[in-house]
């Protein structure tokens, strides 16, 4: 009888133990086309929503960029603007600027990379690229 409870309590604690499974499966394609198991390359750790960037909704989110200092940084082209969101969680949006002293506002930016000092958008109704600092 005690073994079999020994038994029990053992499997439980097994039972319980996060084990990293796949969460769903992964497969390649070879050179002839056929179709195999393949290991998977990411699991979805967090998932982010429009609330976490201080905004109602990522409706539109078009384009992601994280730069060195990880912040991440989401084109929301339906709503015209360039969200971002701080490792240390500070939250902002972009929507208008000034251009030679004339307020001006993206329309439909599909396309975003920083650097350090400057970043560039793909103002894409606007048929131009965007360096802002």
Request: aromatic share 12%.
């Amino acid at each position: 009888m005690l073994k079999k409870i020994v038994c029990i309590i053992f499997c439980m604690i097994l039972l319980s133990l996060n084990v990293n499974a796949e969460a769903y499966p992964s497969y390649m394609y070879l050179a002839n086309g056929e179709i195999t198991a393949a290991p998977q390359p990411f699991l979805v750790e967090d998932v982010l929503f429009g609330e976490d960037f201080g905004i109602d909704t990522l409706s539109g989110a078009e384009h992601i960029f994280c730069s060195e200092d990880n912040t991440i940084y989401v084109v929301n082209s339906a709503k015209n603007e360039i969200v971002y969101l701080t490792s240390k969680g500070k939250t902002g949006k972009l929507s208008s600027f000034k251009i030679n002293g004339n307020p001006d506002k993206f329309k439909n930016p599909q396309g975003i990379f920083v650097t350090e000092k400057e970043m560039y958008v793909c103002d894409y109704e606007n048929s131009r690229i965007l360096i802002i600092n």
